[in-house]
Structure formats: C-alpha cells, structure tokens
Nanobody, 121 residues
Framework: VQLQASGGGLVQAGGSLRLSCVAS????????MNWSRQAPGKQREAVAAPTSGGSTNYADSVKGRFTISRDSAKNTVYLQMNSLKPEDTAVYYC????????????????WGKGTQVTVSS
C-alpha cells in the first residue's frame, strides 16, 4: 500500500493550491483520509480530518480557507487551499486507515511522503 501526495509548490501569499493524495495497492477499505503538516522546527499538526459523525475538523488556523474532499472511487483525498499565508509553509502529509484483508478487517495507518508547500510574502 502506498499513499502518494502531490500538488505542492511555490505560491505567493493570497494564492491557491490543490493537493491530491492517492492510495494504491491491495486495498479493501479506506477510512479517515486526512491531512497534516509540519513546518520547519515545529511539530506535525493536523490540518483537516473527517470525524466519525461525518463532519470535518479543521485546524483553527485554516478554517474558512482550506477544504478537504474525497473521491472514494479513486481512493483519493484532496486539500483545496485558498488565501494562502506564509505561515502555511510546510510539508503536507496525507494519511489513511487502510485494510488490505477481507472481514474481519484490520486497519493500519499509512502515511504518504509529503509534498512541500511554500508561500512567499
């Protein structure tokens, strides 16, 4: 199983980027596809994650600017990032709970390698 994130790059403040993360391999079921980020010298922080109730939790710093979405048919999760700020500069990671076996399913968390987002002022 692999998670491949893409879509990062260099953008000016106020700009937008759309990150994608595709899960591939012998996948039976995927849950909790989410995004986190790690800025230089800082701990990794959650950016956007679905809740068990069907809503989404966003970091306070990105609320109203970032939107997570998922295409289950393509095993893909997206992160639309608008009104980007220099403080959004970080490596963005996707992760997911993935089962590779038939029921009773066992889920393991997998992480992608990350994609760099740099926002210039």
């Amino acid at each position: 199983v692999q998670l491949q994130a893409s879509g990062g790059g260099l953008v000016q403040a106020g700009g937008s980027l759309r990150l994608s993360c595709v899960a591939s391999g012998s996948i039976v079921s995927i849950n909790d596809m989410n995004w986190s980020r790690q800025a230089p010298g800082k701990q990794r922080e959650a950016v956007a994650a679905p809740t068990s109730g069907g809503s989404t939790n966003y970091a306070d710093s990105v609320k109203g600017r970032f939107t997570i979405s998922r295409d289950s048919a393509k095993n893909t999760v997206y992160l639309q990032m608008n009104s980007l700020k220099p403080e959004d500069t970080a490596v963005y990671y996707c992760s997911a709970l993935i089962s590779t076996n038939a029921p009773p399913r066992v889920y393991n968390r997998y992480w992608g390698k990350g994609t760099q987002v740099t926002v210039s002022s």
